[in-house]
C-alpha cells in the first residue's frame, strides 16, 4: 500500500469502528490493524486518534453537504427542490447507516456537534435557504422562514435515520424498505404543506 | 433509609449516571455510592445492573407517557390538542435533559429501542392517533393518517431534544431559551399545517 492508499483505509476503517464502538472504545490498535497497518499510522497520517475521528467526519459530512447541494440546484417547483433535498438525505443515511450513529456517539457525550462538521451542517442549511428564498420570490410558496423550514425537514430526515428500523414493529407495519419510501414520501409532503401558500 | 427510599435513590442516582456514562460507563459501585447504599443494593432491590437499568427506562417513559395522555385528553380544536401534545414533549424534556441522552446511549449501541419502553411509546401514539380520528370524524382537519401526523410532531420534538441547544451557535440565532419557545411554536405550526384541510 501507498500512502494516499494506507490513509484512505484508516478513514474507512476508523469511521466503522467508530460507529460500532464509539470514539473512546474504537482503539487505535484495533483502526490499524483492521486497516493493515502498523501501530504507528494513525500518528504518521493523522498525528492523533482525534484527528482521524475528524477526518472521517470530514468525509462524511464533506459528502453529505455535496449532494444536499446537488439536489437542491436544479430548478423547478419549490416543493419538488425540497423533496429532492428530501430524497438526499434518505438515500445518503441509507448507503452510510454509520453516520448517525456516529453523530449519536459523539451528541451522546454531551460534547455537542464537533466544530468539524458545522461548515457542513451551514453548507446544507444554505442550500435548503436557497430553495425557500427562490420560491418566496416567485411566488411559489408562502414566506415562510427558511431556517424553520430546514428544522422541519433535517430532523425528520435524521430521526428517521436514527430510529427508522425500529418503527414498523412499534406501529405495527410492513416491510422496512417500504416503510422507508413512505416515510421518506411523508417528509417531502409535510415540508410541501408547510410552505403551502394560504388560499 | 428504608427500602422504598434506598429504591428510589438508586433509581434516581443510576438514570444520572447512566445518561452521562452510558449503560457500559456507569459502574454498580459508582450508582450505590451515589446513592448511600451499599454495594449490594443493586442485586437486593432489582437483581441485575440490567434490571435497574429498565426500572429507569420504566420511571421516565411512564412519566413521559402520562404526560402526553394528560395533555392529548381535553376537547377543543384539534391544532389545540396537537399543539397541547407539543407542549407536553417539551416541557418534558426540558425538566428531564437526560432523557433524550439515555435514548441516544440505547441507540448507538444500534440495540433499537429498549422493550420496556415501547409500550409507553404505543401509549404516546394511540393519544395521538385518538386526537387526529376525532378531528377527523368532527371535521376539523382532514383525513391525515394518524401515524404518519405522531411522526412529525415526535420526530421534530424529539430532535430538538437531542441537538437544541446546539442549533442556535449554528444558526446564528440568540438566546437558547427563546430559541426552544420558537421552535415549540414552530412545530406546533408545522403539525397543524399538515392536517389543516385542503380548502
Sequence with gaps: MNDVETRTRLVREARD???ACGYDGASIRAI???AGANLGAVTYHFGSKRALYEAVLDVIFGELAERVEAAAAPPGPTPDR???VVHALFGFFEQHP???RLMLHQLATGDGIPAVIVPYLRRNL???RHVVEDGVRTGDIRA???NLVAFTLISQSVWFALVGRNLPAILGEGAPEAFAH???HHVADAVSRYV???T
Tied chains: 1, 2.
Design 17 to 19: 469502528l467508530f460507529a
Design 32 to 34: 490499524t490493524k483492521a
Design 82 to 84: 425540497l423533496a429532492a
Design 98 to 100: 454509520h453516520a448517525p
Design 126 to 128: 444554505a442550500a435548503i
Design 144 to 146: 415562510a422562514e427558511p
Design 182 to 184: 413512505r416515510i421518506e
Design 196 to 198: 403551502a401558500r394560504e
